[in-house]
């Protein structure tokens, strides 16, 4: 299954061209970053487990386990497989804990697990939790769910209908379960919880929806709601007191949850909390994003739309708000700042500093300080033109105004489209090469905006935007990134969108799949891609890997395609139409050429 | 089943320019559903009915379906349709012209829950058990009867049978 010989020579080909032009990066050593470090060792993680949804509360996908390298990736191959029993996207990635597979399918959000002591990996157990069906159609982008949390002999995760719940990992019982989200005003739930000192922090989807959005702390023990902060409202709501310290004075001052918003606006502004969550334990800040405003008309909400398409550190005991920072203020592309935060220390300027990379749906890829919120480096990552690059003075982007979106106007070919530069397919890094691993979209739009009634339960968009295959002739690429010197290093170009996660391993090969359907295993050092297969539907998880009991590594990798970018393939769409809001058949017109509708899950190994 | 709890009638009745007379043809249409009911006696075809609706012991209630739309075909009233299918939201969920999006495309041919006019006006007015608001009571029922006019018309020679990617075009009208 070999078809990747072609690609190859073009990467490598890809690389020579990158290393001959004057002063850009070179796929040599000395493209790579020394020093870098993961922010803060992984928590009570054995090297060949998994227990958090990016592995480490960094984020950084990455694993210690060196079995694959470069030289031996040839000879991976399909170790076993199993069916989840359920179609649609499947987002996120499995855990693995003392010998037994955990794995979260979309909706209904079925819960097994798997003893990896036994032939055939026999279920322990299988938790079917009760889910309202009426769910199905809030969920703005499929039903996916992008996984759980292992804490405590706890395994903690939350159902698209708004609850979260806490199954004992041994016995599969549920201990308890929290509603957290109304479907009613159309919240859902599709993010991974993460832990942090007997809390789980919690926050919901539904920015199309015009939800106000929130993020929450549960205790662990009981289920019980400890705290809960608005990212729109109120100073109180917001819980912004007088810890809140942004670094750019546009951002300080009283209540600018109402004011940065027209009327009572903000009651229906979205910000919420859908992507994954970071936390720096010496800091003791967590680290979220918040989706964009709602709606996407931007004449309906005129001001900065505070915290809405934001980057928040809060205190992780008391949820207090320490620092913010909007990527894109008045957000009118819907460019959520969603995005993970990569928590990492980084060489900057001479001086390691503790910082945080994030790769915005805007196309700029922010290098942060994380203690304050100030940006070091703002550098486009994927063909853009919306902006023509960020003030590191106020950490504004430049607009450029013939690609503002307005009410009633057509605008032509804005880049990247409102799926982003890249979307929820988290990045990873690794310490070895000292560089971020991101699947990255290379689409751009047209948007027209238009007025829209709040109407509860019902979406609150007030836009078209059909989306269209960027510059360049392909449409995604994984992307080695040098976040130091804000650079690509080299980049594999594939003909979908990448939506699949990074996997990032110590025997310096990265992991990822694709839309239709390849898992590659690529070299850290120049992308070359050493293996390749095939699998049952497009990817749309994120590969992870862990040691079995025999003591070899494996890489797991769900295969089912959906998600916003499968939703053509997953849902029940169709596709002759060039101007819908989540049109598939004219962005990707061939996908469903080469996948449909899967829910498997793929363990690989030499 | 989900119950709106705030709604906003009001503005949209001002954005498509409502008068009074069209209240009183709600009024006037929810009075000749009932006569309809009264009367029913084909047997619509159903192509799937959620198992919810189904009353173990009890004879099926074929009400809706039997109805008929009193605007099937009327041009006025489709195009009316068309303004209400943006102005409550339906486009979001559906996708432009109901080409699906969060919801179903309502251009397939393919009804999860009845494509005859009666069924479609029982999924306006009583929603469906997968996120499919019910706006029975909330809009008047000639709205609803536009919307079903208007949905009625999106999926008009559309086949969706075959998908042959052979072809140097891509030939898709479907999932």
Known sequence: MRLGTARVAVVALLAVLVACQGGSASASDTAFVKGALIGTAPPNNNAGEWLYPGRDYANSRYSTLAQITPDNAKNLKVSWTFSTGVLRGHEGQPLVVDKTMYIITPYPNVAYALDLTKPGFPLKWKYRPENAQAAVGIACCDVVNRGASFADGKLVYNLLDGHTVAVDAATGTEMWKTKMGDVNRGETITMAPIVVKGKVIVGSSGGEMGVRGWIAALDLTTGKQLWRSYNVGPDSDMKVGPRFKPFYPQDRGANLGISSWPGDSWKVGGAVVWGWLSYDPELNLIYHGTSNPGPWNGNQRPGDNKWSAAIIARDADTGEMIWAFQPTPHDIWDYDAVNENILVNLPMGGAMRKVLVHFDRNGFAYTMDRATGEVLLAKPFVPMNWSSGVDLATGRPTVNVDKATAQGKNVKDICPSLEGGKNQQPAAFSPKTGLFYVPTNNLCMDFEGREVTYIAGTPYIGGNAPEKGGPGGYKGEFIAWDAVKGRKIWGIQEPFPVWSGALATAGNVVFYGTLDGWLKAVDARNGAVLYQFKVGSGIVGAPMTYTGPDGKQYVAVYAGIGGDMGLLIAGDVAANLPYDVRERGTTLPDLARYTSWGGMLFVFSL | ?175
């Open chain 2, 1 to 175: 089943m989900r119950i709106l709890k705030s709604f906003a009638v009001l503005p949209v009745f001002i954005v498509l320019g409502a008068t009074a007379h069209q209240l009183a043809s709600a009024t006037q249409a929810r009075q000749g559903r009932g006569q309809t009911r009264a009367g029913a006696g084909n047997q619509p075809t159903y192509f799937v009915e959620h198992p919810d609706h189904i009353q173990p012991g009890l004879p099926r209630t074929m009400r809706f379906a039997a109805l008929t739309n009193p605007y099937e075909g009327n041009a006025q009233r489709i195009a009316e349709g068309a303004k209400l299918f943006i102005a409550y939201n339906c486009m979001d969920c559906h996708g432009a012209d109901g080409s699906g999006a969060m919801g179903p495309s309502l251009q397939d041919n393919r009804w999860h829950f009845g494509g005859t006019a009666g069924d479609i006006f029982q999924s306006i007015a009583e929603g469906r058990p997968e996120g499919m608001p019910s706006w029975g009571g909330r809009i008047a029922d000639d709205q609803i009867w536009r919307l079903v006019a208007y949905v009625g018309t999106l999926s008009k020679g559309h086949a969706v049978t075959t998908e042959n990617f052979t072809g140097k075009t891509v030939a898709r009208t479907g999932h």
